[in-house]
Every structure is written in C-alpha cells, then in structure tokens.
C-alpha cells in the first residue's frame, strides 16, 4: 500500500498499523520528500473498508487500468474521452 504526504503528495513510509476497529485503521507515515516543508515528520492517516466488489466488476477494471497503463497518452485521452 502507498500513502502520500498530505503536505507535498510525495510518498510517504509507513512505519506502524493500529486497529481502530474491527474495519478501520490508524497508519503512522512518514514523508520521504526531502523538498517538503513536513520532510520525516510523522502523520496519522486512516484506512476503513469501503464495500465488497463484485469478481466480475473488478476483473473488468483491473483490465482496463492495464489497458490505460499500457497505451500511449494521446490514445488514453481518447479511450478516457469516450468512456465520459
Ligand atoms: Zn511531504
């Protein structure tokens, strides 16, 4: 899992995990961005459950963020564009 700095959206190293309950939990960051005004400073983001995902649905987006991984920009714009 990658969480990013609130301050600068660089990465940020996770150091500890607490639960909060039996579906949500606290992660203890650090902010590797040297250039950051929060550079090594701590934060505490949380993680929750959301939903369950249909196998079905998830293969189909898996699928299509490979697709958009792996074409060339303009012709993820257009894919992007017609998909609205
Ligand atoms: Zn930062």
């Known amino acids: ?4 700095c609130p301050c600068c959206n660089g ?7 607490a639960a909060v309950t039996d579906t949500v939990s606290n992660v203890y960051a650090r902010c590797n961005n ?3 005004g ?3 400073q701590g934060f505490v983001t949380q ?10 649905t998830e293969n189909l987006q898996m699928a299509l963020q490979f697709l958009l991984d792996h074409i ?3 012709q993820r714009k257009q ?3 017609q998909l609205q």
Do not use: E, N, Q, T
Request: proline share 9%.
């Open 79 to 81: 894919v992007l564009a």
């Open 72 to 74: 060339p920009p303009d």
């Open 11 to 17: 990465r940020a190293a996770i150091y500890s995990r």
């Open 34 to 36: 040297k250039a950051c």
């Open 38 to 40: 929060k550079y090594a």
């Open 1 to 4: 899992m990658r969480i990013k």
């Open 47 to 56: 993680v929750s459950f959301a939903h369950w995902l249909d196998p079905k």
